[in-house]
């Protein structure tokens, strides 16, 4: 289901900037107050993940993408990860607009190797996503 939204060309342009260029670690977004667009709420190079889970609001969602950095097998590696953020506390229309504005986002990211779900922040917490990003990494 589409609800119509659009991407700013902002978040776009900030993914660009965070995959080619490495000037940030995550962005997060969300819709603008009329709910029409998706637009960059926050963008940071901060290196620590606990940093940026609490950007996460505990009752409003969002999107994010991380630049997931681990090591396997002795490498350094990194994968870019989708976060689509919708806490149990959040107002049902607004993880209904969420969850149908989603796609729209998620189509216009190109290179974002794993998608993470969450609703608490077990879901999104670093050793959940490290399984989830190294079962993707040969």
């Not at 901060?46 to 505990?58: H, K, N, S, T, V």
């Not at 989603?102 to 974002?112: I, Q, T």
Request: net charge negative; charged share 30%.
């Amino acid at each position: 289901m589409a609800s119509g939204v659009t991407v700013s060309d902002e978040c776009i342009n900030d993914f660009r900037d965070l995959k080619l260029k490495h000037n940030h670690k995550y962005i997060i977004y969300s819709l603008s107050d009329d709910l029409r667009n998706i637009v960059t709420v926050k963008t940071s190079s901060e290196p620590e993940y606990e940093r940026f889970l609490g950007d996460l609001p505990e009752n409003e969602c969002r999107w994010a993408v991380y630049d997931f950095e681990f090591t396997k097998d002795g490498a350094r590696r990194n994968k870019i990860c989708f976060v689509s953020w919708s806490p149990d506390y959040a107002k049902i229309k607004q993880k209904m607009v969420f969850a149908s504005s989603r796609d729209a986002l998620r189509r216009s990211l190109d290179g974002v190797a794993v998608e993470i779900q969450g609703t608490d922040y077990s879901e999104v917490a670093y050793e959940t996503v490290l399984g989830k990003v190294s079962s993707t990494t040969r």
